[in-house]
């Protein structure tokens, strides 16, 4: 199962690495898309979804032996 998660960055910043998770352990669009237009209202704005796979563990040596 995917898990969403919802990254934003707060009011008067442009710098990408400053960006926040807005939101977490969701499956669903729908929610991502209320809390997306709760957060427009305060300001938040350049939003990123990513999905987190919950069944698969990750692969650290891989990504250790680039």
């Known amino acids: 199962m995917k898990e969403l998660l ?6 008067n910043e442009t710098r990408d690495y400053m960006e ?8 669903s669009t729908d929610k991502v898309n209320q809390v997306i237009e709760l957060a427009k209202k305060d300001g938040w704005h350049s939003f990123r979804v990513a999905t ?13 032996n680039i």
């Not at 926040?20 to 499956?27: A, D, F």
């Not at 987190?52 to 250790?64: E, G, K, L, Q």
């Open 20 to 27: 926040q998770l807005l939101l977490s352990h969701v499956h």
């Open 52 to 64: 987190f796979s919950m069944s698969n563990a990750p692969d650290f040596a891989n990504t250790v």
């Open 6 to 11: 919802l990254y934003g960055l707060p009011k």
